[in-house]
């Protein structure tokens, strides 16, 4: 795994995002929109690989899958939000299926949003630049 000060060749100023998926070409498809969009991206293939990278790298933003092996993503998100500040990483839930009892259970989870798959490009854009611009804005407003 590269370093997360030159995760993916790029500045350590690039929004860090993880993506926890075991379905390998989602996760590289992802991987790979991600990073054309400037990210620095670190993947995992299974629940406690995630939140082994999450607690490591401290991605602002990690998507992760619901239906993981071993460790579904409802005990991902638990996980992290047991050992990290609730606003320390923003967790958005991927998952098959879209009630509302679904959405519910993910927030109830500890996760921040809940997207639907397969998985709309500009929603996953949609929270990236939302992340972008709040991470801007901090950056401004703290004293020179």
Request: proline letters at 3%; one cysteine or more.
């Amino acid at each position: 795994m590269e370093s997360a000060k030159q995760l993916n060749g790029l500045p350590a100023t690039a929004l860090c995002v993880a993506v926890v998926e075991d379905d390998a070409t989602a996760r590289d498809i992802m991987q790979s929109l991600l990073r054309l969009d400037g990210c620095q991206v670190v993947t995992a293939a299974d629940g406690q690989s995630g939140v082994d990278a999450i607690l490591h790298h401290r991605p602002t933003l990690a998507f992760i899958d619901i239906g993981l092996p071993e460790m579904d993503g409802y005990d991902v998100a638990r996980c992290i939000r047991e050992q990290l500040t609730s606003d320390a990483v923003y967790l958005v839930a991927l998952t098959s299926y879209g009630s509302e009892h679904d959405r519910l259970a993910a927030l109830a989870a500890g996760f921040d949003e809940h997207l639907v798959k397969p998985l709309n490009v500009d929603d996953m854009y949609r929270v990236v630049r939302q992340l972008r611009d709040r991470s801007e804005l901090v950056t401004h407003q703290r004293p020179k």
